[in-house]
C-alpha cells in the first residue's frame, strides 16, 4: 500500500531536501493509518501486504514506487470528479494508466444516491 502526499511546491529549493514539505507533517500520521488499515484488511484475507507514505509528485512516485517493485497490477482510486486542472492537466489515475509499464485498474467510489 503507497500514499503519496503532494508537496505544495512540486520541486524544493536547492537547500531543501528531498521530500521536505513541512506544510504536509500533519497528514504524515493520517495518511499512514489509511494505508495501515487496509493493509490489515488484505492480510486477514490472506495477502500479503506492506505499507508506505512518501512524499512527492503523485503520479512520478507512483510509477517509480512499481518500477522498482516490479509490479505486475497497479491498482488506484478515482474520485470521478475532473475540475479544470485536471481536464488541463490530466487526474492521476489517467496519467499513472497512460504511462505504467504494467496493468492498471482504477477503482471508483461507489455511487451514492
Not at 486477514?44 to 509528485?57: K, M, N, P, S, W
Amino acid at each position: 500500500m503507497l500514499h503519496v502526499l503532494q508537496p505544495v511546491e512540486p520541486v524544493p529549493p536547492p537547500e531543501m531536501a528531498q521530500g521536505y514539505a513541512p506544510e504536509l507533517e500533519g497528514q504524515k500520521q493520517p495518511a499512514r493509518t489509511l494505508v495501515e488499515r487496509i493493509a490489515g484488511e488484505l492480510r486477514r484475507a490472506g495477502f500479503t501486504a506492506q505499507t508506505e507514505v512518501l512524499i512527492g509528485d503523485v503520479t512520478e512516485t507512483i510509477l517509480d514506487r512499481a518500477a522498482e517493485w516490479h509490479a505486475d497490477l497497479i491498482t488506484v482510486g478515482s474520485h470521478g470528479q475532473r475540475s479544470i486542472r485536471d481536464f488541463l492537466l490530466g487526474s492521476v489515475a489517467e496519467s499513472v494508466a497512460r504511462r505504467a509499464g504494467c496493468s492498471v485498474a482504477v477503482v471508483r467510489p461507489p455511487v451514492s444516491n
